[in-house]
Nanobody, 129 residues
């Protein structure tokens, strides 16, 4: 069973930066994808960034491209999300996720060629203007 624990959320002013961390355990050979999703109040969950655990290829939503960077430290089984130039519209609960490769898919659990089935508890990011 994959377990994911996020940390690093908090409050920041517009234009500021935060780095989220996700400690993962229980990987299997089919867990090829790690990602970060977010859900703002009253909105659906949306994918933000994805990284392949092997090779490190990344994918980003257009809304965050250039401001968010996903990375991983395989030795520590940890995935990071570096966020910069944060804006109030980035305010959301951020979730770390793990999943399998799925070239096609739909719904709020699919992003960047992966279907995500394991989720962390979330960490809140609040950006004030």
């Amino acid at each position: 069973q994959v377990q994911l624990v996020e940390s690093g959320g908090g409050s920041v002013q517009a234009g500021g930066s935060l780095r989220l961390s996700c400690a993962a355990s229980g990987y299997t050979s089919s867990t090829r994808c790690m990602g970060w999703f977010r859900q703002a109040p009253g909105k659906e969950r949306e994918g933000g960034a994805r990284i392949y655990t092997t090779g490190g290829s990344t994918s980003y939503a257009d809304s965050v491209k250039g401001r968010l960077t996903i990375s991983q430290d395989n030795a520590k089984n940890t995935v990071y999300l570096q966020m910069s130039s944060l804006q109030p519209e980035d305010t959301a609960m951020y979730y770390c996720a793990a999943g399998v490769m799925a070239i096609t898919g739909s719904g709020s659990s699919w992003f960047g060629g992966c279907n995500f089935g394991y989720w962390g508890q979330g960490t809140q990011v609040t950006v004030s203007s």
